[in-house]
C-alpha cells in the first residue's frame, strides 16, 4: 500500500515557477514508477509526466517538455515536479500517481489505468 500527499500548489503569473512535491508512505516506494496527471476544468485528466523506479527515465507530455522537470528522492520518498515558464493552459489540479506496472516505457507510463495509488491533488493556477 502506498499513501501520496502533493503540495506545493497555488497561485503563480504567467513566466513563473511552481515546484509540486509529492512525499510518499511505504516501504516499497523505491519499486514504483511515479507519474505526474492533471485536470483542468470541464477537461478529462491527462498525463503530464511519469519516472522509472530505479533508472530515473522520464517521460514527457509534449507541450512541457523543456519546462518541466521531475525527479525523485528514493532516500526520502517523494517525487518532484519543478515547473517553469508556466502557462494559463496549465492551469489545473495535479495529481501524483504510483503505478506497479510491469514495464514502463513511453507508452505504458502515459496511461492512467497503469497507475494505483493517486494523491488527493493540489491546484495550480496560472494568470496571464
Known amino acids: 500500500q502506498v499513501q501520496l500527499v502533493e503540495s506545493g500548489g497555488g497561485l503563480v503569473q504567467a513566466g513563473g515557477s511552481l515546484r509540486l512535491s509529492c512525499a510518499a508512505s511505504g516501504r516499497t516506494f523505491s519499486s514504483f514508477p511515479m507519474g505526474w496527471f492533471r485536470q483542468a476544468p470541464g477537461k478529462e485528466r491527462e498525463f503530464v509526466a511519469a519516472i522509472s523506479d530505479s533508472i530515473d527515465y522520464t517521460v514527457y507530455l509534449d507541450s512541457v517538455k523543456g519546462r518541466f522537470t521531475m525527479s525523485r528522492d528514493n532516500a526520502r520518498n517523494s517525487v518532484v515536479l519543478q515547473m517553469n515558464s508556466l502557462k494559463p493552459e496549465d492551469t489545473g489540479v495535479y495529481y501524483c500517481?504510483?503505478?506497479?506496472?510491469?514495464?514502463?516505457?513511453?507508452?505504458?507510463?502515459?496511461?492512467?489505468?497503469?497507475?494505483?495509488?493517486w494523491g488527493q491533488g493540489t491546484l495550480v493556477t496560472v494568470s496571464s
Open positions: 500517481a504510483a503505478g506497479a506496472m510491469h514495464y514502463f516505457n513511453d507508452y505504458t507510463s502515459r496511461n492512467a489505468v497503469n497507475y494505483d495509488y
